[in-house]
């Protein structure tokens, strides 16, 4: 059974970077075609694709945030991490982790984290 578990502050300052971390047990991130990725949903609102870092390590970004993300990894630990920069309020929200299978040609969560809230205030 694939876990994630995400963590960081719930609390970051306007201009700052938000920085999270998800570990995940049961699998490794390494493993073929697999991807890992981040998901965030505001207030009130839908849920929003951030990025994902796959097997190989290569990245992807939504465009409208690829100027501020970064997804890396810690293979030794098993953790990938997101990093936001320039946050305002608007990216006060819940964020989750997930797992991606490709299979057959198609991608699938199959795995998602409890998610953690962030929210950006002074």
């Known amino acids: 059974q694939v876990q994630l578990q995400e963590s960081g502050p719930g609390l970051v300052k306007p201009s700052q970077t938000l920085s999270l971390t998800c570990t995940v047990s049961?699998?490794?991130?390494?493993?073929?075609?697999?991807?890992w990725s981040w998901i965030r949903q505001p207030p009130g609102k839908g849920l929003e694709w951030i990025g994902y870092?796959?097997?190989?390590?290569?990245?992807y970004y939504s465009p409208s945030l690829k100027s501020r993300t970064s997804i890396s990894r810690d293979t030794s630990k098993n953790q990938f991490t997101l990093q936001l920069s320039s946050v305002t309020p608007e990216d006060t929200a819940a964020y989750y982790c997930?797992?991606?299978?490709?299979?057959?040609?198609?991608?699938?969560?199959?795995?998602w984290g409890q998610g953690t809230q962030v929210t950006v205030s002074s």
């Open positions: 870092i796959g097997f190989t390590g290569s990245t």
């Open positions: 997930a797992r991606i299978q490709l299979k057959a040609g198609v991608f699938g969560y199959d795995y």
């Open positions: 049961g699998g490794s991130i390494t493993t073929n075609y697999y991807y």
